[in-house]
């Protein structure tokens, strides 16, 4: 799966054109979790400025997590059903370290002992774009999201579940928060 990224600025006269369209260089399918996608979009570690520099964030291999105030990432993720992680094939030790290169700087804040719950310093704003997908919060809390639901989550404790048989797409953006 590619989601299309198209990114817009100004050019030396002014005039709105476009810099970049296609895939982001940092979306990947993670082969040890069938039907993962990770397709981060956008990030940047301070407040933009204007205009544009022209320089890709995507285009190297540095952290995608900007604990900073008013720091961002934009991502697009999309979740398999939760029986790919439950199938006898299945190798966390293989999927953890991919999910590392797919997610540098946010995989680091997934707890070991409980798998999926994580924590950022973030404030993060979301919709699902396709499918169901269930946000799970501390004492099992669980909320089901369906297409077209939207998020906001204060640096809250989560998993994200997808106890259906299809694919779940989110799109979020992570916002460093004081």
Known sequence: MTFRRVVTAKNASG?????????SPREMALKHTPGFVSAP??????????????????AS???LLHP????????????PPDS??????????LAGPEHAVAAPGIAEYFEMDNPGMHTTPTLDYGVVISGTITLELDDGIAV???????????????????PTSQPATIAVVLVGAK
């Open 61 to 63: 291999d540095g952290t």
């Open 144 to 162: 089901e999201l369906k297409s077209g639901d939207s998020f906001v989550q204060h640096g809250a404790r989560h998993a994200w579940r997808n």
């Open 15 to 23: 005039k709105s054109v476009v810099i970049s369209d296609g895939a």
């Open 84 to 93: 790919v992680m439950m199938s006898p094939n299945f190798r966390p030790e």
């Open 41 to 58: 979009i956008w990030t940047v570690a301070t407040p933009p400025a204007l205009p544009f520099d022209g320089n890709d964030p995507m």
């Open 68 to 79: 900073a105030a008013g720091s961002s990432t934009f991502f697009i993720i999309t979740f």
